[in-house]
């Protein structure tokens, strides 16, 4: 399985960005789809997560901010990010799993926000 990422850049502060993860196969049957980021220094964590029921689940810093959302139609997983900060600034990645085989990796998307 390939995630692909897009979306990431560079933004100012209070800034929009949405990332796009397109997987090489079906995501309908995917029990979760998420993103995760790693900024320099620091541990990569969890940012947000959709179940295929559509139950997601957030980080407490970006609660209000971001919204995840699952196009399985597409085979794409969206994390729209607003009102950005200097602190979003990592690594970001996607990632999908599957209970029958596993979880899969894409490769990151850099998101800079600075002024």
């Known amino acids: 399985v390939q995630l692909q990422a897009s979306g990431g850049g560079l933004v100012l502060p209070g800034g929009s960005l949405r990332l796009s993860c397109v997987a090489s196969i079906s995501t309908v049957s995917s029990d979760v789809m998420g993103w995760y980021r790693q900024a320099p220094g620091k541990q990569r964590e969890l940012v947000a997560s959709?179940?295929?029921?559509?139950?997601?689940n957030y980080a407490d810093s970006v609660k209000g901010r971001f919204t995840i959302s699952r196009d399985d139609a597409k085979n794409t997983v969206l994390l729209q990010m607003n009102s950005l900060k200097p602190e979003d600034t990592a690594l970001y990645y996607c990632?999908?799993?599957?209970?029958?085989?596993?979880?899969?990796w894409g490769q990151g998307t850099e998101v800079t926000v600075s002024s």
């Open positions: 990632h999908a799993f599957w209970i029958s085989t596993g979880g899969f």
């Open positions: 959709m179940r295929k029921n559509g139950n997601a």
